[in-house]
């Protein structure tokens, strides 16, 4: 069909051919005679835009001869490219109060040059390529509050208070420096009732004085503002400054102190889909149905299904536009007729929650139930655009919050880790449930018995609370397998908290921001990166999830506030330049063995193996859904292919030429920060009938730093019982597979060190 709308021309005809350079100067000259004709030789308000006018032709034209009096010249979209004929002309009109150039090459090519001589030669001018000059005064407002236009330009002598009837003022995107002015005061405006200040910095204008002048206007009620910006970082605090404002960036003063929010804006333009030209199409279609999903989960009397539902409306559906106050609401509706999931039929439900008259518009809440106490604003990012430079700032307060944080321990209380008694007549009594214990934990010194109650150590997979100790009858004597708030380390995002508590943000933490608490300086953080060219891919990990369920890579603002809505998680810059082995991705899981935190008594084992990818490592767009590419946990999911430790450090050493000593040095010390973080910012962990395992996940960048990816409690250890292992940096002693838990318990209760080694 478009091919078809084209044809209907003809190439050869005299209405296409291209204009002789002598025919457009005839056509420019026209123009002006014909302006001249109309005013009667009078011109004031002259436009000779998209004329093809070179710079000759503006030198032919001798406009300060033929329109002495202009006070608005406008000559954008023309060909000008030379800045002394520019200068040169327009500097004999010197009562010129407008001055637009707008797309000629001279502005885009030196337009600071050219501006600043032409401000120099024309003191009088107000306007220059649509921003106020330093010189603005009435008739520059005037022109903004529609007292002057090409109708009513104005003259060289304004009339007496010619802005006093104006009532709605748009001074957005002015590039206003001070707005102070004998021009801008409440004498000069008195009607006014409506203000826009976006885009302007003002910075030549004190929170005071401005406050002072707005504060002075009889019948301002509305105002529109960059929040933050001039007027300060909150809309609250601008409303308590400015008492007679009813309305605030177009919502009403009463809404904001009712929701207590400090962003404010009814103007949000929405966020389209972005994409570059050679971006194939299903990226394209990726990248933009965040704008359009929808999500449930399914539970039961249980559990909550650990998979989410995505689906998309259609287009009556998809079509709904979001409202703060709307008058519809959708939601998903599974018929089964045969009460199973297998026959589910599903619906999206939508029904009007106001009284809605034929015209109106349908509209939803994109963010029902959800208010500023779970960062509604914020998660409106994910449609629209909303101010950039309140998240940089939150985004900057928080880094330097981070950047004050000590980096030494403060000094801990001494006491002696209590240790268990055992004799060759009396074994240590040991109840687990956890398989590979019973069958691995073969030394004299422990038998296992079957009833909590009369274990000295317990050994378990579940998490010991109070409920647990009451139903097991577990008394403050017996020794547990888990410390008291170890949370603090196990969960992702309280293992962020903690170290960044404690340390604030060492090298081998990934930037992690916790979404349900910091969402704002995560966009802050992704603007920035985005502003400053850098790589913005990022990795969501639900906040207790194992085998990266719910895990996601992406580069998508919209999604990652979007997969909020899937569960709590934590967003952590991904790690987009790995080591790699042999071109894939890999990861390397440590054992770690904590007697004490007071005093510190950790210990590394010296059994540890490398998980790795199965695919070539990739950075394409279409490659973050590919799990073998991204993810290296291959037992649940995938096809595992495990290589001996030794052989792959080997490889690993010749395939990089570092030694895996200095990597493991460098792994052992960021080991011990991560504990002396817990221990400093929760000393309370601390409990001398704790003894624990945990794994420790760290992967490699492309020099060779370790980075954490997280702690793990009561570790899947299949690995380690089922493949013997040589202690690489331990003399290369064999680590037997079935003696794992052996020296586990040796470690931990008999105060033994055999194949570990103390951090």
């Known amino acids: ?97 407008a001055l637009w150039l707008n797309n000629n090459p001279v502005v885009e090519n030196r ?24 010189n603005f005064g009435e008739w520059a407002l005037g022109f903004c509050g529609g007292v002057f236009d090409k109708e009513n330009p104005g003259s060289i002598d304004l009339p007496d208070r ?21 021009a801008f005061t409440p004498f000069q ?29 009889p019948s301002l009620q509305s105002l529109e503002v960059d929040i933050p910006g001039p007027l300060g970082e909150s809309a609250l605090e601008i409303l308590e400054s400015l008492p007679n404002l009813s309305v605030l960036n177009g919502v009403n003063a009463s809404k904001i102190f009712e929701t207590e929010k400090h962003v404010v804006d009814s103007a949000l333009q929405p966020r389209l889909p972005e994409w570059t030209p050679d971006e194939p199409l299903p990226d394209r279609v990726i990248s933009a149905m965040w704008q359009y999903l929808m999500t449930y989960r399914l539970a039961d009397e249980e559990k909550i299904d650990e998979t989410s539902v995505l689906y998309v409306m259609d287009e009556l559906g998809s079509a709904l536009r979001h409202s703060d106050e709307p008058n519809f609401r959708v939601s998903p509706f599974l018929f089964m007729p045969e009460g199973t999931l297998a026959s589910a039929v599903s619906f999206c439900i939508l029904w009007p929650i106001k009284n809605v008259e034929k015209g109106c518009e349908c509209t939803r809440d994109y963010l029902f139930g959800i208010g500023e106490d779970r960062q509604r604003s914020a998660r409106l990012t994910a449609w629209f655009h909303t101010p950039e430079k309140y998240f940089i700032r939150e985004y900057e307060k928080h880094w330097q919050n981070l950047r004050a944080k000590s980096l030494t321990s403060p000094p801990m209380e001494s006491c002696a880790t209590k240790s268990l008694n055992h004799t060759e007549k009396r074994a240590l009594r040991v109840y687990s449930d956890i398989p590979q214990v019973e069958e691995l934990l073969t030394r004299p010194e422990f038998v296992f018995t079957p009833d909590p109650k009369d274990a000295e150590i317990i050994w378990t997979g579940d ?50 921001y916790n979404l349900e608490t910091h969402l704002s300086q995560l966009i802050g953080d992704y ?26 890579v992406t580069d998508n603002l919209s999604a990652i506030i979007r997969l909020m809505e899937t569960g709590p998680k934590i967003c952590q810059k991904y790690i987009e330049h790995p080591a790699l082995f042999k071109g894939r991705k890999f990861d390397i899981r440590y054992i770690v063995l904590l ?3 007071n005093p510190m008594e950790i210990f590394l084992s010296d059994t540890f193996w490398v998980r790795l990818a199965n695919n070539q490592y990739s950075l394409e767009k279409h490659s973050f859904f590919e799990y073998e590419t991204h993810f290296t946990v291959m037992n649940y999911r995938g096809t595992l292919n495990h290589m001996n430790t030794s052989e792959f450090v080997r490889e690993f050493e010749q395939e990089h030429q570092v030694k895996w000593s200095d990597i493991h040095s460098r792994v052992k010390k960021m080991i011990r920060s991560v ?52 202690a690489i940096v331990a003399g290369g002693e064999v680590v037997r597979a079935r003696e794992f838990y052996n020296y586990v318990f040796g470690c931990l209760f008999l105060n033994e060190a055999t194949h570990v080694s103390p951090l």
């Open 595 to 597: 007697r004490s935190l």
């Open 1 to 97: 069909m478009a091919s078809i709308m084209c044809v209907d021309i003809d190439l050869n005809s005299e209405e296409n051919q291209v204009p002789s350079e002598g025919d457009a100067k005839r056509s420019v000259l026209e123009v002006l005679e014909s302006e001249i004709s109309e005013a009667n030789g009078n011109v004031k308000w002259l436009e000779l835009e998209e004329l093809g006018i070179d710079n000759e032709t503006l030198s032919s034209l001798d406009l300060s001869a033929k329109c002495p009096g202009l006070i608005a010249l406008s000559l954008c979209g023309n060909k000008i490219d030379n800045v002394e004929v520019v200068v040169e002309e327009v500097s004999k009109l010197k009562n010129l109060r």
């Open 675 to 726: 504990f002396e973080a817990a221990a400093k910012v929760h000393p309370e962990m601390h409990s001398p009938t704790s003894r624990a395992m945990y794994g420790v996940d760290v992967m490699l960048d492309t020099s060779f730093q370790p980075k954490l990816l997280e702690v793990t409690y009561c570790p899947d250890c299949t690995r380690a019982c089922k493949y013997d292992m040589e």
């Open 111 to 134: 337009g600071n040059e050219l501006g600043d001589r032409i401000l120099q030669e024309l003191p009088n001018l107000e306007i220059y390529n649509s921003k106020f000059t330093s």
């Open 162 to 182: 010619p802005l006093q009837q104006v009532m709605d003022l748009d001074l957005s995107d002015r590039c206003i420096q001070n707005l102070i002015n004998k």
């Open 527 to 552: 603007c920035v990166r985005k502003r400053d060219g850098l790589n913005n891919l990022w990795i969501l990990k639900p906040w207790n999830m194992a085998r990266t369920i719910d895990t996601t």
């Open 189 to 217: 405006l008195p009607c006014l009732s409506y203000l826009n200040l976006r885009g302007n910095p003002l910075e030549e204008t004190s929170l005071a004085d401005l406050l002072y002048v707005l504060r002075n206007f």
């Open 463 to 512: 998490q010991v609370d109070e409920d647990m100790k009451k139903a097991w009858g577990i008394t403050d004597n017996q020794f547990i397998n888990q410390f008291p708030f170890e949370a603090c380390i196990v969960m992702k995002h309280h293992l962020a908290d903690t170290v960044q508590k404690a340390l604030g943000s060492p090298e081998w933490m990934q930037p992690t």
